[in-house]
């Protein structure tokens, strides 16, 4: 008589412990699940912020890059106001090179829109209409003429090759100074180029103040 009641007692036992462990062991699974929930985001956070990072490093670099192209722009740019330091940089190159100068002249500049695309700088015609961009072409005119070894005329016309003007050698002219010396003389026609931003209609200026 008392062996069915010692299986009921087993069985509720075992009952019980199992319900103990799905009950202990629940908050375990949990708490599990939702660390390896956690450790995934984390793993996407910390993707998102390495992949920003490279983002911003890029960033970095292509900014450097624009800034030092501008640096460079700005360096080759003629404007009308910086004529006066390109005559004196002009003399000075004659000079290092060991060329006597004859004469310099710097034309006044001519102007105009620079086109939006494919626009020629050598073009004196405005863009057509809706081809205009922001922009203002700059052009002076520049005659020099030189005197001095044909050492010193081929290393000023070199150097003004490779100079960091917007410029094109237009005429160039080399011929022996007289017949009784070494000397050669040198003519060179050059225009020097710029851009710059169109200045604001006047209506449009007093608008915004």
Do not use: Y
């Amino acid at each position: 008589m008392n062996k069915p009641n010692h299986r009921v007692i087993q069985a509720t036992v075992a009952g019980v412990s199992l319900l103990v462990v799905i009950v202990l062991g629940l908050p375990r699974f949990n708490e599990g699940r939702q660390l390896s929930a956690d450790l995934q985001a984390f793993t996407k956070l910390e993707q998102e912020f390495e992949s920003t990072q490279q983002r911003n490093r890029r960033l970095s670099r292509i900014e450097q890059k624009l800034h030092s192209q501008k640096e460079v722009l700005i360096n080759q740019n003629v404007t009308p106001e910086q004529i006066s330091g390109v005559r004196d940089e002009l003399i000075a190159i004659v000079r290092k090179h060991g060329g006597s100068l004859r004469s310099l002249e710097i034309q006044d500049g001519q102007s105009r829109v620079w086109g939006d695309q494919g626009d020629d700088p050598h073009n004196r015609d405005r863009p057509e209409m809706g081809m205009e961009s922001e922009f203002e072409l700059h052009s002076h005119t520049v005659s020099l003429a030189v005197t001095g070894s044909l050492k010193a005329a081929l290393a000023i016309t070199r150097t003004l090759s490779d100079s960091h003007w917007l410029m094109s050698i237009e005429t160039m002219e080399l011929k022996p100074s007289d017949s009784t010396s070494r000397m050669v003389s040198l003519e060179l026609g050059l225009t020097l180029f710029g851009l710059t931003l169109v200045p604001e209609p006047v209506e449009e200026q007093f608008a915004s103040l």
